[in-house]
C-alpha cells in the first residue's frame, strides 16, 4: 500500500482534479479523502482549571484502610 498526501484548496464548485504519480500502476484503486475538520470550527483546547474541586469533596482519613467486609465479598472467608 502507498500513501499520497496532498494539500489542496477546495474551490467553491467543489470538484477537486488529483494528479496521480506515473509510477502508481493504471487501474482500479481506492481513494481515502480525509479532511482534518469538517465542521470548519477550530477546535479549541478548553484549558484546564486547577482546584475547581478544592475544599468540596471530604477524604476520609481512613480512606487508604483495607475494609474487611469489602475483603470477604471480594476473596470470602
Known sequence: ???LKQTVIIPENHKLVINV???ISTGKK???IIFENINNKK???KE???D?????L????DFDEEN???NKMFYGD
Do not use: C, H
Open 1 to 3: 500500500m502507498q500513501a
Open 21 to 23: 504519480p506515473s509510477n
Open 30 to 32: 481506492e481513494l481515502f
Open 43 to 45: 477546535e479549541e483546547k
Open 48 to 50: 484546564r482549571v486547577f
Open 52 to 56: 475547581q474541586l478544592a475544599g468540596k
Open 58 to 61: 471530604n477524604i476520609p482519613n
Open 68 to 70: 474487611q467486609d469489602v
